[in-house]
């Protein structure tokens, strides 16, 4: 019997590729290499990425084949012609040979499904790189993302910017998830004791389940605060002046309810303060139509933020009286739990402790907290002259995804404007 033999002679093919008419491209720098050494690669992969002081290009191959050996790396300078890596390609030559009737019916076949098997592992083989525009590879190194771990969402797997978006997204919720999980744990290299007595004592159980929440809101949303002082010298004048009508008594109303009511009129007219953002990758907001304001009480047990609710349709005494009720209920911790929650916007004050200007975490799923310290009486150049006025320190934290600088400054604006100005004097006690 003679020696059967495959129907196509194939032998390896060396093909040098090189950088095509890339136009104004001259002299520019390789910011990626794509491929290594040993892959295999299909028609139109992509092999570098160059970039100009004008754009980022891809390099893509004529061939298929397996890369033999590179020719550049990162940082290279290229122009039209340089040679980018030798690549391996499968030629074919020949027919086939027919010895005998029996061979051309029995082991030529066999021959025949062995090597169509291996054509096809390696049309069907899964690339390790991802197909990607420049624009969104650049976008991927910025965040310091390796593109190829990004699933792509439009044909053929290609990575949009939203898929690393979306990425970036996931990574940090996992990885959040996963430090909860596994907690980082450090182990001391002494004990507290060895330097002297101590004591060892149950964290408070409203500070315990509070944590989780405030290590959602910082690991979670960007937060930006803007820093301002706002004139209240009139609604101080007008809030200590205010008698009881029947006896003529003085009526003491705490400045935070005058600064909800402020807040109140400046949620209205900048409704993205007045929101939540469930998941960012919906592309959606929820809008609030309600104005619940959170108060941040501070408790022998810990820190929390009761609502005053629908704050827009009540009078400053009215919510004088609520502020004083809601912070007894929770020193007693006899608050109920739903009143903890469903907020629009939180104010957190120091005034009655000290300090001037801090950076508030927001307590999610709310987009804005208020941070208000110690009024102070100040020299302040107005209307061409020095004069005494009563400023208060105000801390704006944000989160930057739904709220801006701009948009920032300008609420800051409509809120000092609103506790100054006579603002006091329109609102009924």
Wanted: with cysteine; aromatic share 6%.
């Amino acid at each position: 019997m003679a020696t059967s033999q495959c129907p196509l002679n194939y032998k390896m093919k060396e093909i040098n590729i090189k950088v095509p008419n890339i136009g104004d491209f001259t002299d520019v720098e390789v910011i990626e290499v794509l491929v290594n050494e040993g892959q295999d690669i299909l028609k139109n992969d992509p092999l570098i990425t160059i970039e100009s002081d004008k754009s980022s290009v891809e390099i893509p191959s004529n061939f298929e084949g397996k890369v033999k050996s590179l020719k550049l790396k990162v940082g290279d300078k290229v122009s039209e012609g340089d040679l980018i890596l030798i690549l391996e390609s499968l030629s074919s030559e020949g027919k086939i040979k027919e010895e005998t009737k029996i061979e051309k019916q029995s082991e030529p076949i066999v021959e025949i499904k062995q090597a169509t098997e291996q054509i096809s592992i390696s049309e069907k083989k899964i690339k390790n790189i991802s197909s990607a525009s420049p624009k969104a590879r650049k976008f991927a190194r910025e965040l310091g993302v390796n593109i190829n771990q990004v699933l792509g969402s439009e044909k053929d797997g290609r990575v949009i910017e939203d898929d690393i978006k979306k990425f970036v997204s996931s990574k940090t919720a996992n990885n959040y998830q996963a430090k909860e999980i596994k907690p980082t744990k450090i182990k001391n290299e002494y004990e507290h004791a060895d330097f002297g007595k101590v004591e060892i004592k149950d964290i408070p159980r409203v500070k315990k389940l509070a944590s989780t929440y405030l290590i959602n809101s910082w690991t979670t949303i960007p937060h930006v605060t803007n820093h301002d002082e706002a004139d209240i010298t009139e609604m101080e004048s007008f809030r200590t002046s205010l008698k009881d009508v029947y006896t003529g008594e003085k009526i003491k109303i705490t400045p935070l309810a005058f600064i909800i009511k402020a807040l109140v009129a400046s949620l209205k007219k900048f409704p993205s303060f007045n929101s939540s953002i469930d998941e960012i990758e919906s592309g959606k907001m929820t809008l609030k139509k309600y104005y619940h304001i959170g108060i941040a009480v501070d408790t022998p047990n810990g820190l929390m933020v009761p609502k005053i609710r629908d704050a827009n349709n009540k009078k400053i005494s009215l919510i004088g009286k609520e502020l004083k009720q809601v912070s007894e209920l929770c020193r007693n911790l006899k608050i109920d739990k739903k009143e903890l929650f469903g907020g629009s916007m939180t104010i957190t004050s120091l005034g009655g402790i000290g300090g001037s200007f801090f950076t508030p975490i927001i307590n999610y799923p709310e987009v804005a907290i208020l941070g208000i310290g110690r009024s102070e009486k100040k020299q302040v150049f107005l209307n061409g002259k020095f004069q005494i006025r009563t400023m208060l320190p105000i801390s704006l934290s944000y989160d930057h995804r739904i709220i801006d600088g701009a948009e920032a400054a300008r609420f800051n604006n409509d809120l000092k404007e609103n506790l100054g100005n006579n603002f006091a004097y329109k609102l009924a006690v």
